[in-house]
């Protein structure tokens, strides 16, 4: 029943048995921790690792507690030209949530994470890449990080100076931490309206 359940629902089934012949079964709904964008849509990922498409389950009742995860928007690319049916109900994810896990704890406590609109996930020469897309007021910036190049605490205390640098300059900026022992700078072009996320 419970597994049937957890397919069907953004639900966690548990049965225990506190005393001989007497069980008990816990239904929690799981709460949604990072949105992923995937062949038009936004799905939920939950910190289990279970995925869902929110929009398929509008008629249901609201579950406790958020309804919406908080935060960007990913993308992985690894599921860019992934053309298999689009799964249905809630499954695990298909993409390993382990280089999401580390890179939050580096960066999201940052004040300028905060600007994140959309992060993908992609590979360069076998390391992660992540794309950061960041809007400040009408500044568009384009942040690349491979975790390999820095430790998350020195890039994101680095981030936060040049950002800060770059909002008095005004323009469009990508800044690309990919390289070891320095960080590039490059104008992007666009004004804040054409260079806008949508």
């Not at 382990?98 to 994470?113: C, G, H, K, N, R």
């Not at 992007?188 to 260079?195: I, M, S, T």
């Amino acid at each position: 029943m419970g597994g049937v359940l957890e397919r069907l629902l953004p639900v966690s089934v548990s049965t225990r048995m506190p005393e001989w012949g007497r069980f008990v079964t816990t239904v929690k709904w799981l709460v949604p921790w990072v949105r992923v964008r995937w062949r038009g849509r936004v799905w939920c990922i939950s910190r289990e690792g279970r995925m869902w498409n929110p929009a398929e389950l509008d008629e249901l009742p609201a579950p406790a507690g958020p309804s919406d995860a908080e935060g960007p928007i990913w993308q992985f690319a690894q599921l860019s030209d992934d053309m298999r049916p689009l799964p249905s109900g809630v499954f695990t994810s298909p993409v390993s949530l382990d280089a999401i896990v580390v890179f939050l704890q580096e960066y999201q406590d940052y004040s300028w994470f905060g600007s994140v609109r959309e992060i993908v996930l992609d590979r360069r020469a076998g390391a992660d890449l992540f794309r950061l897309n960041l809007v400040r007021g009408k500044q568009r910036f384009e942040v690349l990080i491979q975790r390999s190049k820095y430790s998350g605490q020195e890039l994101g205390a680095m981030l936060e100076e040049i950002l800060m640098r770059l909002s008095k300059e005004g323009g469009n900026h990508r800044i690309d931490a990919t390289y070891e022992g320095k960080v590039l700078l490059r104008k992007l072009p666009g004004g804040p309206k054409e260079g806008s996320l949508k």
